[in-house]
């Protein structure tokens, strides 16, 4: 399964994707972006998600990262 197959997935089924799923696919997205401010901010927010013990709190901050899955499919 290709990496916009699966970004397509997700968004198409958000609210049953895990926290990991999602991170797991924005990990594999970041090289794509062309700036490299944009995947270090990108870093930054998915080790704070990563360092939660909750779930729930982990997936309520996936939400705010939603536009970098949109952004992806749209070609960055």
Known sequence: MSLAEKVSMIIDDFEN?????????????????????TSEYLQGKMQKILDLDDESEKKKQCKALRPYLDWYLQGL
């Open 17 to 37: 994707a895990s926290s990991t799923q999602i991170l797991e696919v924005l990990e594999k997205m970041m090289p794509e972006f062309k700036s490299n401010l």
